[in-house]
């Protein structure tokens, strides 16, 4: 795990890496941002990366079925997913990652007519 956190330290706030604000709030200018017409929106998700990867580490869902769980199920539900992916790799063998758990937050909200 030690040769994993050092390398992607290498990648941390640069051009081609990864941008983290808490470390540098400069990096929130790296921001991507983009505009959809409100009657396009139905559903929508905030998310942490830590609770980003049920899909983008874990593979657990997709983006469809992650808003399907928080619709049905809400956000507890989904960080109980990455959770127990988690505790099922706790040394990151499987999965490698910097810490056994992130920081994991997921709010929704559902657009009604």
């Given at each position: 795990r030690r040769e994993y956190v050092?390398?992607?330290?290498?990648?941390r706030n640069?051009?081609?890496?990864?941008?983290?604000?808490?470390?540098?709030?400069?990096?929130?200018?790296?921001?991507?941002?983009?505009?959809?017409?409100?009657?396009q929106v139905h559903a929508a998700a905030l998310l942490t990366d830590g609770a980003a990867d049920a899909v983008t580490r874990y593979r657990l869902v997709t983006w469809r079925q992650l808003l399907d769980v928080l619709v049905q199920d809400g956000p507890t539900?989904?960080?109980?997913?990455?959770?127990?992916?988690?505790?099922?790799?706790p040394h990151g063998e499987r999965w490698?990652?910097?810490?056994?758990?992130?920081?994991?937050?997921?709010?929704?909200?559902?657009?009604?007519?």
């Open positions: 050092e390398t992607l330290g290498t990648y640069r051009d081609g890496g990864f941008w983290v604000a808490s470390t540098d709030p400069l990096a929130a200018d790296q921001a991507l941002t983009g505009t959809t017409p409100t009657d539900a989904l960080i109980r997913k990455v959770r127990e992916a988690e505790r099922s790799d490698p990652r910097s810490k056994t758990h992130d920081d994991a937050t997921a709010a929704n909200v559902m657009v009604h007519e």
